[in-house]
């Protein structure tokens, strides 16, 4: 076997195994405990079927476990979601650096948060990050231990919500179906908010399309801009 091929073969199998979820939510200063109102499932890995209805906040082939939590978040503030490759590893284990892809995070508003399946219509985007002078939005959370920053828009309506945070890899994403999508719902009650503006929605799944430019691509190499898949982030006005 040439050089090239064994070490493109070894590293596509550290890939292959190296996934992440979402652990840990950080709020007013408090990171709370693992999988503390978070969906979280026992296995890291990722979903490839975009019109699955375990797009929304994870499910089988990694079932996850509800929790009866709830955090309270104020509108305005910045929250963390906590990325680790498993429910047990530490923050130099978040997931193999060669996943490289967008970074980013929903909200949808609903009756109970440890009720709500998220399955369907009301979703918005607060935050994305995509490919931007070399560096993917993965490479931030990476670098930063594992931590995405996430600002709660301060104009929504008070009430409970459900936080989607979302990693996507592309390193297979050369083939329909070929990227991985990460996710997890974490169950938040947000205080605070002004009430002012309510955001457009859309349904998961829905928002993405297997032959998206952002979920179909060959990034080896990235050549020009990347566009980040689903809708634009909401921003109060």
Known sequence: MKASTFLSAVAFASCAVAHTIFVQLTAGGKTYDVQYAIRDPSY????????????????????????????????????????????????????DAGHKGPVMAYMKKVADATKDSGVGAGWFKIMEQGYNNGVWGTDTVINNAGKQIITIPDCLEDGQYLLR?????LHGARSVNGAQLYMECAQINVTGGKGAQKPTTYSIPGIYKSSDPGLLINIYPMKGEYTIPGPRPFICT
Do not use: F, Y
Request: glycine share 8%.
């Open 44 to 95: 890291d890995g990722p979903q490839t079927d975009v019109t699955s209805s375990n797009l929304a906040c994870n499910g089988p082939p990694n079932p996850t476990q509800p929790s009866a939590k709830i955090i309270d978040v104020t509108a305005g503030s910045n929250v963390t979601a906590v990325w680790r490759h498993t429910l047990t590893s530490g923050a130099n284990d978040v997931m």
């Open 165 to 169: 945070a979302e990693m996507i890899a």
